[in-house]
């Protein structure tokens, strides 16, 4: 179900908007860069939509077109994330950032850089180079010019870094992957009441709970977790840290992360031709996370979004095929509990002997202040996060991204330098992030592979934290071959929506990959949908991508009781005329959206330990609804009649919440008004300056949530504005490439001075696709500006 009136407000919202930003850009006239790192003339077309295309005669000198451009219109937002990464922000902002800076370099890749590039293709690498040369080359142009410098540099008086291809091997990342997990199933162990975990994070597939032989779990602790814990290393920018200080919005926000993909094969599709769709959900509300490029070069012709700091395209298609990716859930990191030496706590005990922990020395440069020494170590490269040497106990993180050839930066080049499926499958063993990823090409194959680093558990399953003393060290990596896959499926579609996707015959229980996976009401609805329709169409894509059917709400709608109080007969008789779709303009959807967190937290209230709280802090939502659907014995004597009461109770307190929120008359409810699409500047909310240079852009309306295809996520601690979605949405004609379609939220640009800062706002409201153009023809047909690169 599409939100149909979303189209006529988000129309409005265009005549609304300021003539400037809805004229047609009008065709520039050539203009030239002289620029060092070029090695060639590079041009680039800008088409009428904003999407440039680098025609260069070299691949190096096309991604060094791709860098100079992703520096061009979002450099703050990439220097950012690159001193984040790098440990380098107290040099910039002071003292409070040491912490955090401290953590950063733990990350840090700690062994031969040199032999890191080595091993990397030579072409992939060479590609990687001309991007950094092009992130310079913008640099260099604006040291020339202050003048360009975006506004953030000015208000803030920093300068950009000037980047080093070593750097795409050094930066790993600080992540805590589920460490959190394993803490709390450890600390709900030794209380004896690890069964409660399931109600937060149900096990996928069905699994028995084995604590590591030798584990200790009543000493495990949330100090184990040490520099893991944001809490732990205050000092960043206040709302990019609000998150991370609520431990349960943490963990709502890294299941939000997923996307949706599906590919049919031309025997199910209107042309004859496969169709791939994708629609990555990330967060919505600060920086876009994609930007838009086209690299072709003699052997390169690619199309799509990219993230911007990582060279190549994520999400587009060559010549010969498309592809997309979702999040595959891998559990890629474990906590191993070390024994140090008494009297001596730079050792550890592993393999039957002591060992010293591996130590650097850093210097961290503070603005305003001295710079600072911090100590590091590692235990066998695996990062130590806490210690307690009264205890003779240190915790060190073992996560794949730490591993030699964990050089996931590289990996986006060599997916698009392949050709077909057999060379993809050789690039995927560059690829460190769990994906799911969807592949057509021209001549009709479609293909899905898992792909991402999974390491090989022997001796445990990855739920809890293992003894450090070598029994349960990894043992490798599973080869790609042995990963979940499928090449042209007899069904003729597939989809990936998060969820728990492994094949029935895969032998997951000799090759652990996960147990922690989305819930599948996102994909449920797409195959039930896709499963319907016989000769997919184009059309059938974006309207699914803008789906707002609800199967919690149509769960929901199902337990209403027969008989309601009287207090609850308004809500009970407005939710069962309701068709469960999410609309913007929708008065049910607004009451659904109160009712139900508050049927989970009366469900919570019944079914978890008080002793268990602390820690199991939500229910999980499929596991909250099986619980009611099945009338679960822990409901009480009579389930049947505590859920008629549980739901009860929630319909009289949230038609209090919708009055509330919404205003005594029902009828003037509408989802739409509590859930708007806001965007704003990261540090807009701890900085006067910057909220005044980077204006809100505001005002659209939305339906959706975290379980429509149309995922539209919110965290209701904060707001119940949008913050988690498909900023980007694709869908490839494979074949007919200029019929393939896309939408980018808010814009190519980060700069309010440029018209390409908000121009897909009203677009991406009314979920309006706009042609991605990809042909020669059909890009000079609609070029707006013409610029060209050359060699200084």
């Given at each position: 179900?599409?939100?149909?009136?979303?189209?006529?407000?988000?129309?409005?919202?265009?005549?609304?908007?300021?003539?400037?930003?809805?004229?047609?850009?009008?065709?520039?006239?050539?203009?030239?860069?002289?620029?060092?790192?070029?090695?060639?003339?590079?041009?680039?077309?800008?088409?009428?939509?904003?999407?440039?295309?680098?025609?260069?005669?070299?691949k190096?000198d096309?991604?060094?077109?791709?860098?100079?451009?992703?520096?061009?219109?979002?450099?703050?937002?990439?220097?950012?994330?690159?001193?984040?990464?790098?440990?380098?922000?107290?040099?910039?902002?002071?003292?409070?950032?040491?912490?955090?800076?401290?953590?950063?370099?733990?990350?840090?890749?700690?062994?031969?850089?040199?032999?890191?590039?080595?091993?990397i293709?030579?072409?992939?690498?060479?590609?990687?180079?001309?991007?950094?040369?092009?992130v310079?080359?913008?640099?260099?142009?604006?040291?020339?010019d202050?003048?360009?410098?975006?506004?953030?540099?000015?208000?803030l008086?920093?300068?950009?870094?000037?980047?080093?291809?070593?750097?795409?091997?050094?930066?790993?990342g600080?992540?805590?992957?589920?460490?959190?997990?394993e803490?709390?199933?450890a600390?709900?162990?030794a209380?004896?009441?690890?069964?409660?975990?399931?109600?937060?994070?149900?096990?996928?597939?069905?699994?028995?709970?084995?604590?590591?032989?030798?584990l200790?779990?009543?000493?495990v602790?949330?100090?184990?977790?040490g520099?893991?814990?944001?809490?732990?290393?205050?000092?960043?920018?206040?709302?990019?840290?609000?998150?991370?200080?609520?431990?349960?919005?943490?963990?709502?926000?890294r299941?939000?992360?997923?996307?949706?993909?599906?590919?049919v094969?031309?025997?199910?599709?209107?042309?004859?031709?496969?169709?791939?769709?994708?629609?990555?959900?990330?967060?919505?509300?600060?920086?876009?996370?994609r930007?838009?490029?086209?690299?072709?070069?003699?052997?390169?012709?690619?199309?799509?979004?990219?993230?911007?700091?990582?060279?190549?395209?994520?999400?587009?298609?060559?010549?010969?095929?498309?592809?997309?990716?979702?999040?595959?859930?891998?559990?890629?990191?474990?906590?191993f509990i070390?024994?140090?030496?008494?009297?001596?706590?730079?050792?550890?005990?592993?393999?039957?002997?002591?060992?010293?922990?591996?130590s650097?020395?850093?210097?961290?440069?503070?603005?305003?202040?001295?710079?600072?020494?911090?100590?590091?170590?590692?235990?066998?490269?695996?990062?130590?996060?806490?210690?307690?040497?009264?205890?003779?106990?240190?915790?060190?993180?073992?996560?794949?991204?730490?591993?030699?050839?964990?050089?996931a930066?590289?990996?986006?080049?060599?997916?698009?330098?392949?050709?077909?499926?057999?060379?993809?499958?050789?690039?995927?063993k560059?690829?460190?992030?769990?994906?799911?990823?969807?592949?057509?090409?021209?001549?009709?194959?479609?293909?899905?592979?898992?792909?991402?680093?999974?390491?090989?558990?022997?001796?445990?399953?990855?739920?809890?934290?293992?003894?450090?003393?070598?029994?349960?060290?990894?043992?490798?990596?599973?080869?790609?071959?042995?990963?979940?896959?499928?090449?042209?499926?007899?069904?003729?579609?597939?989809?990936?929506?998060?969820?728990?996707?492994?094949?029935?015959?895969y032998?997951?229980?000799?090759?652990i990959?996960?147990?922690?996976?989305?819930?599948?009401?996102?994909?449920?609805?797409?195959?039930?949908?896709?499963?319907?329709?016989?000769?997919?169409?184009?059309?059938?894509?974006i309207a699914?991508?803008?789906?707002?059917?609800?199967?919690?709400?149509?769960?929901?709608?199902?337990?209403?009781?027969?008989?309601?109080?009287?207090?609850?007969?308004?809500?009970?008789?407005?939710?069962?005329?309701?068709?469960?779709?999410?609309?913007?303009?929708?008065?049910?959807?607004?009451?659904?959206e109160?009712?139900?967190?508050?049927?989970?937290?009366?469900?919570?209230?019944?079914?978890?330990?008080?002793?268990?709280?602390?820690?199991?802090?939500?229910?999980?939502?499929?596991?909250?609804?099986?619980?009611?659907?099945?009338l679960?014995?822990?409901?009480?004597?009579?389930?049947?009649?505590?859920?008629?009461?549980?739901?009860?109770?929630?319909?009289?307190?949230?038609?209090?919440?919708?009055?509330?929120?919404?205003?005594?008359?029902?009828?003037?409810?509408?989802?739409?008004?509590?859930?708007?699409?806001t965007?704003?500047?990261?540090?807009?909310?701890?900085?006067?300056?910057?909220?005044?240079?980077?204006?809100?852009?505001?005002?659209?309306?939305?339906?959706?949530?975290?379980?429509?295809?149309?995922?539209?996520?919110?965290n209701?601690?904060?707001?119940?504005?949008?913050?988690?979605?498909?900023?980007?949405?694709?869908?490839?004609?494979?074949?007919?490439?200029?019929?393939?379609?896309?939408?980018?939220?808010?814009?190519?640009?980060?700069?309010?001075?440029?018209?390409?800062?908000?121009?897909?706002?009203?677009?991406?409201?009314?979920?309006?696709?706009?042609?991605?153009?990809?042909s020669?023809?059909?890009?000079?047909?609609?070029?707006?500006?013409?610029?060209?690169?050359?060699?200084?």
């Amino acid at each position: 179900m599409i939100q149909r009136r979303a189209f006529l407000l988000a129309s409005a919202a265009l005549v609304a908007m300021p003539a400037s930003l809805l004229a047609k850009p009008q065709v520039k006239g050539a203009t030239t860069a002289r620029l060092s790192g070029a090695r060639a003339p590079i041009e680039v077309i800008e088409d009428e939509l904003g999407v440039p295309h680098i025609r260069a005669a070299s691949k190096y000198d096309a991604f060094f077109g791709q860098g100079y451009l992703v520096a061009r219109d979002r450099l703050f937002q990439i220097d950012m994330e690159r001193r984040r990464d790098m440990g380098r922000m107290a040099e910039a902002f002071g003292p409070r950032f040491v912490a955090a800076d401290t953590a950063a370099r733990l990350f840090l890749y700690r062994g031969d850089i040199d032999a890191e590039l080595a091993a990397i293709p030579p072409e992939v690498r060479e590609c990687a180079e001309g991007y950094v040369a092009g992130v310079n080359a913008r640099i260099d142009e604006l040291a020339a010019d202050p003048s360009l410098l975006p506004l953030e540099y000015g208000i803030l008086g920093i300068s950009p870094l000037r980047w080093d291809v070593r750097d795409l091997v050094r930066g790993r990342g600080i992540g805590m992957g589920d460490a959190d997990d394993e803490v709390r199933r450890a600390m709900l162990h030794a209380r004896g009441l690890l069964d409660a975990d399931l109600l937060m994070a149900p096990l996928r597939p069905a699994w028995s709970f084995t604590v590591p032989e030798g584990l200790d779990t009543a000493a495990v602790s949330e100090a184990d977790l040490g520099l893991l814990d944001p809490a732990n290393r205050p000092g960043g920018f206040e709302p990019l840290q609000d998150a991370w200080f609520d431990p349960e919005a943490r963990r709502e926000d890294r299941f939000a992360l997923g996307s949706n993909a599906w590919t049919v094969a031309p025997s199910r599709t209107a042309t004859g031709r496969p169709i791939l769709a994708n629609d990555p959900h990330l967060g919505i509300g600060r920086s876009s996370p994609r930007h838009m490029c086209h690299l072709s070069a003699p052997g390169l012709d690619v199309i799509g979004a990219g993230a911007p700091g990582l060279p190549g395209i994520m999400q587009g298609h060559t010549d010969r095929f498309a592809f997309g990716r979702t999040n595959f859930h891998i559990d890629q990191s474990d906590l191993f509990i070390l024994r140090t030496k008494e009297g001596d706590p730079g050792r550890y005990w592993h393999k039957g002997e002591w060992k010293a922990f591996e130590s650097f020395e850093d210097e961290i440069l503070v603005k305003g202040a001295p710079a600072e020494r911090v100590t590091l170590r590692y235990a066998g490269g695996r990062p130590i996060v806490s210690a307690d040497a009264a205890r003779n106990r240190a915790v060190a993180f073992a996560a794949v991204a730490m591993l030699p050839g964990a050089n996931a930066r590289f990996a986006m080049i060599a997916i698009n330098l392949a050709t077909d499926w057999a060379s993809l499958r050789k690039a995927f063993k560059l690829h460190v992030s769990p994906t799911n990823f969807h592949y057509a090409d021209i001549d009709g194959n479609t293909g899905w592979q898992t792909i991402g680093f999974t390491p090989r558990r022997p001796k445990h399953d990855g739920l809890f934290p293992a003894p450090g003393d070598g029994d349960f060290d990894w043992a490798g990596i599973l080869p790609v071959e042995d990963m979940p896959h499928v090449y042209n499926p007899a069904g003729g579609w597939f989809a990936s929506a998060n969820q728990m996707n492994l094949p029935k015959d895969y032998p997951y229980r000799e090759r652990i990959i996960s147990f922690s996976w989305s819930d599948p009401f996102r994909y449920d609805r797409c195959a039930e949908v896709l499963r319907a329709q016989p000769k997919h169409r184009i059309e059938d894509s974006i309207a699914l991508q803008h789906d707002v059917q609800s199967l919690p709400a149509r769960a929901l709608v199902k337990m209403l009781p027969a008989a309601p109080s009287a207090e609850a007969v308004e809500a009970a008789a407005l939710l069962k005329r309701w068709d469960c779709g999410i609309e913007a303009d929708s008065g049910a959807a607004l009451l659904y959206e109160m009712v139900l967190p508050l049927l989970s937290t009366a469900v919570y209230d019944r079914v978890v330990p008080a002793a268990a709280r602390d820690l199991v802090t939500s229910l999980n939502l499929a596991e909250m609804l099986r619980m009611l659907t099945t009338l679960d014995k822990r409901l009480g004597d009579n389930p049947a009649a505590a859920r008629d009461a549980l739901v009860d109770g929630a319909l009289v307190a949230g038609w209090k919440k919708a009055v509330e929120v919404g205003g005594a008359d029902p009828a003037s409810w509408r989802w739409g008004d509590l859930h708007r699409v806001t965007i704003e500047h990261p540090l807009a909310a701890s900085n006067r300056k910057i909220a005044e240079a980077f204006p809100k852009i505001m005002g659209g309306r939305s339906g959706g949530d975290w379980n429509t295809p149309m995922a539209r996520g919110f965290n209701a601690r904060r707001t119940f504005d949008v913050s988690h979605g498909a900023s980007y949405l694709f869908v490839a004609d494979v074949g007919a490439w200029d019929n393939s379609r896309f939408l980018l939220l808010p814009g190519q640009s980060a700069d309010p001075r440029s018209p390409r800062y908000r121009d897909f706002y009203p677009l991406w409201l009314a979920g309006t696709m706009q042609p991605l153009w990809y042909s020669k023809a059909a890009v000079d047909r609609h070029a707006a500006g013409r610029l060209t690169l050359t060699p200084a």
